[in-house]
């Protein structure tokens, strides 16, 4: 969290700095935007007693199933294009909703259900937290459930010729 201080030409009665809101404030606002490298709608100001505090926007899970997110369980009977199915829509709900990707690694995260939730606790406790990203979920994610079901969906089939 951000904490602008209002002090300078912003001394006064807390009224005041609303009037002040689309103007000094606003070119504050989006100089951190800039520094931030954030999205317009992922950082806003709020006014609190005699200070200005700028709040990082979160994404609530029940909104990313407004969007159309699923929930993803995995059986040995799914076939691979159900999984990227799952990952590409996710995704596209993410992008609708400018998502940061650590708001997309945790909403992805409580989409998981059942042995694939179970899949990425295995995962997120032999790897370093720093490693831990958007990127790496979506990386092993394909690895796991899209590439290798691909390759187990064709070993059976091929074994199941006559």
Request: proline share 4%; charged share 35%; glycine share 4%.
């Amino acid at each position: 969290m951000i904490v602008l201080g209002l002090d300078g030409p912003f001394k006064g009665h807390p009224k005041q700095y609303r009037k002040c809101l689309p103007t000094e404030l606003e070119l504050i606002l989006r100089k951190l935007r800039v520094l931030l490298k954030l999205p317009y709608k992922e950082l806003h100001l709020v006014v609190e007693g005699q200070g200005l505090r700028a709040e990082m926007m979160r994404v609530p899970v029940d909104k990313i199933r407004k969007y159309g997110a699923e929930e993803f369980r995995s059986t040995t009977d799914d076939d691979a294009e159900k999984a990227k199915f799952w990952l590409e829509n996710t995704i596209r709900v993410f992008d609708e909703l400018s998502c940061s990707p650590a708001d997309c690694l945790k909403c992805t995260v409580s989409l998981l259900k059942d042995t694939t939730y179970y899949w990425w606790k295995i995962i997120t406790s032999v790897v370093s937290k720093e490693n831990i990203t958007w990127e790496f979920f979506q990386t092993d994610f394909r690895k796991k459930y899209i590439c290798q079901r691909f390759l187990d969906q064709k070993r059976k089939e091929f074994l199941e010729l006559k």
